[in-house]
């Protein structure tokens, strides 16, 4: 069993390998490999996370055996390990759905290097979960960049080549305020590992030395990672990049690549400035203060957009709004809620994205609500999936986003008085907010188009790998709705050994 | 206080550098000037954890003479770092250019605002 403690490092390799391989199959060939993967990715962190439910305790892995300060280290507990094997499933499961898109848009030839990107998006997520060190942090945040903005601009039309520049230029003042942030820590404390970071960071904080090179790394590391992740006021990319990305692409940049900046950040939270020292620096209020304008403004600018990939867009901006919410809320119940929200946002926006570009196929490419009347009849399975979808952000009782409402409003009340009535005063905001755009789009997609004639109805078996996909998506989702509690206190077990 | 940023002057040359990097990111219009404030800030930071590992009166880490105390040598660590990067500033620079080329493949200028207005306008005309 202790076999499986070398896991995580086979992973990160293989990831690698896989992606310089997949440049030199064919595409279909990158594809399998890449879909082993992911899978294999998946399995072998359930195993890690059995592993670790079993025996308790994080365990430090020693890349080379070298002890700190001069070895590189992963560590991994039940939060990391349940964290990838999620990503990895989303990943898979993703790249399943968008198959189909794939093979209409992106050109013959280029298909290889796409799945060589997901494998690379695959290794730095893995890496930003797993690992102890910050400067690697930074190394894998920078590969992250780089290959999410590969997956970008796999479809070379003007639109989509401008939101790539955008999205290049918020990410690299994101990693050039983290990277900034990293040299100020390592420059007052000496160290990079993780472990000893926390040790001389509460020394520091107790004895009040270099206090204020201490909180400059703390603002810049928390900005560096909210401009990442796309934190209001720095979402403005956000509509742009998902808007022109193909389906899968931005399903796989909203619900993983933001998710793992904001995974990194709560690890950093926790095992480098500790959170007493954290939500003793006040840095707290400004990310609730920012995470719940991100939530109303993403939500009143997804109602304003009448392009309905740039309003799934917004409402990502949203959803990243309440991972933030609940970090600056409380770092017992608040970061929990986070969490679960982390993985409730994963698991249900690639699949609205992937609903909202099938819709989109069948109405021969139209993305404004007034020429999707009707989408839904013509393709009925996406319709439902995106309306299942949209119930799961609204937080309809029996799914994900339920529970994540639930968890935030037993956050808000552990909280002090004046963080109790804005959470509240939030989410009840944002929930009528939700329910006006998801309803709007909704109501298009099921009005009875007045040609009916002019799109012919789509198949299932012209898109089984996609309602496969779907399905799939949609019955963890209400799995978790149901059955929450058990995720729950698995969360609330491995936030207590973080 | 003027001793004081005298003393640590590379790290106050470092800090200006990394504003003027950043400014010229975020206002310049111009994509390559961009990219050029892109690669001012990472020199910024590379200065910054350089000087963090440089001891006055020491050696550079490589033992040509026999000598393994460590007192006779800068720290290492920094220079390894600001190594690894600057690999990683180099290929972000890279696909940046890439993407500028194609941008002005299509659009023939740098401009970006100029670009996005032309990139809205064809986004208005689609269904």
Redesign the interface.
């Known amino acids: 069993m202790s076999f499986c403690l070398n896991f995580p490092l086979f992973l990160l390799v293989g990831s690698l390998l896989s992606a310089v391989l997949s440049c030199a199959l064919e595409k279909n060939a990158a594809r399998i490999l890449c879909m082993a993967l992911t899978i294999t990715s998946f399995a072998a962190n359930l195993v890690i996370g059995i592993y670790t439910y079993r025996t308790g305790q994080n365990y430090t892995y020693l890349m080379g055996h070298y002890p700190h300060p001069w070895g590189n280290e992963l560590r991994i507990g039940l939060t990391e390990a349940l964290f990838s094997a999620a990503f990895s499933l989303i990943l898979f499961l993703t790249l399943l759905g968008a198959r189909k898109t794939l093979i209409q848009r992106v050109q013959q030839d280029k298909g290889r290097f796409y799945y060589c990107m997901c494998d690379l998006v695959q290794a730095a997520l893995l890496a930003l979960v797993y690992t102890n060190d910050l400067f690697t942090g930074y190394v894998f945040i920078e590969i992250c960049t780089l290959s999410s903005c590969g997956i970008l601009m796999i479809r070379e039309n003007g639109k989509t080549i401008l939101a790539s520049v955008r999205y290049m230029i918020f990410s690299l003042i994101g990693s050039g305020l983290f990277l900034l942030g990293v040299i100020f820590l390592y420059g007052i404390t000496g160290h990079l590992l993780m472990p000893n970071l926390r040790e001389s960071i509460a020394g520091l904080s107790a004895d009040g030395t270099y206090a204020l090179p201490l909180l400059a790394s703390m603002c810049l590391i928390v900005t560096g990672l909210s401009v990442k992740s796309g934190l209001f006021p720095f979402h403005i990319w956000m509509a742009d990049t998902y808007g022109a990305a193909i389906p899968g692409s931005s399903g796989i940049l909203s619900g993983l690549v933001s998710k793992g900046y904001s995974f990194l950040l709560i690890k950093i939270i926790f095992d480098v400035f500790g959170t007493d020292v954290f939500y003793a620096s006040g840095i707290h209020n400004v990310v609730f203060a920012l995470g719940g304008l991100g939530v109303i403004v993403g939500s009143v600018s997804a109602i304003r957009e009448n392009n309905v990939l740039r309003m799934c867009a917004y409402s990502s901006a949203a959803q990243i709004g309440y991972i933030y919410m609940g970090l600056g809320l409380s770092p017992v119940l608040g970061m929990e809620a986070a969490l679960f929200q982390i993985l409730a946002h994963a698991f249900t926006k690639p699949a609205l994205f992937l609903s909202a570009g099938y819709l989109t196929d069948s109405m021969g490419g139209a993305k404004k609500f007034r020429n999707l009347t009707g989408a839904a009849h013509v393709n009925p399975a996406a319709g439902a999936f995106f309306a299942f979808g949209a119930f799961s952000m609204i937080g309809l009782p029996l799914t994900m986003g339920f529970i994540v409402k639930y968890l935030f409003g037993a956050a808000a009340f552990e909280s002090t008085h004046l963080k109790l009535i804005p959470t509240l005063l939030v989410l009840a905001v944002s929930t009528v907010l939700n329910t006006v755009y998801f309803a709007r789009a909704i109501l298009h997609f099921y009005t009875k188009n007045p040609n009916p004639d002019v799109y012919s109805k789509v198949r299932v078996r012209e898109q089984k790998t996609y309602i496969l996909s779907a399905s799939v998506f949609a019955a963890l989702n209400l799995f978790f709705g149901i059955f929450a509690k058990p995720l729950i206190d698995i969360l609330a077990g491995a936030l207590s050994v973080f | 206080m003027l001793q004081a940023l005298w003393n640590n002057r590379i790290e106050v040359a470092a800090v200006i550098l990394?504003a003027v990097?950043?400014t010229t990111?975020?206002l310049h219009k111009n994509?390559l000037k961009?990219i050029i404030g892109?690669n001012i800030?990472?020199t910024a930071?590379y200065l910054?954890?350089t000087s963090?590992g440089y001891i006055e009166g020491r050696l550079a880490p490589i033992i040509t003479d026999g000598s393994t105390d460590p007192e006779r040598y800068v720290n290492p660590l920094?220079a390894g770092?600001v190594l690894?990067?600057i690999v990683?500033s180099v290929?972000?620079t890279a696909?940046?250019l890439a993407?500028?080329l194609?941008?002005y493949r299509?659009?023939h200028t740098l401009n970006?605002d100029e670009?996005?207005k032309?990139?809205h306008r064809?986004?208005e005309e689609?269904?």
Do not use: H
């Open positions: 990394f990097g950043l990111l975020l994509l961009k892109l800030m990472d930071g910054f954890l963090l920094p770092l690894t990067g990683v290929s972000v696909v940046m993407l500028t194609r941008l299509r659009y970006l670009i996005y032309m990139v064809e986004q689609e269904p």
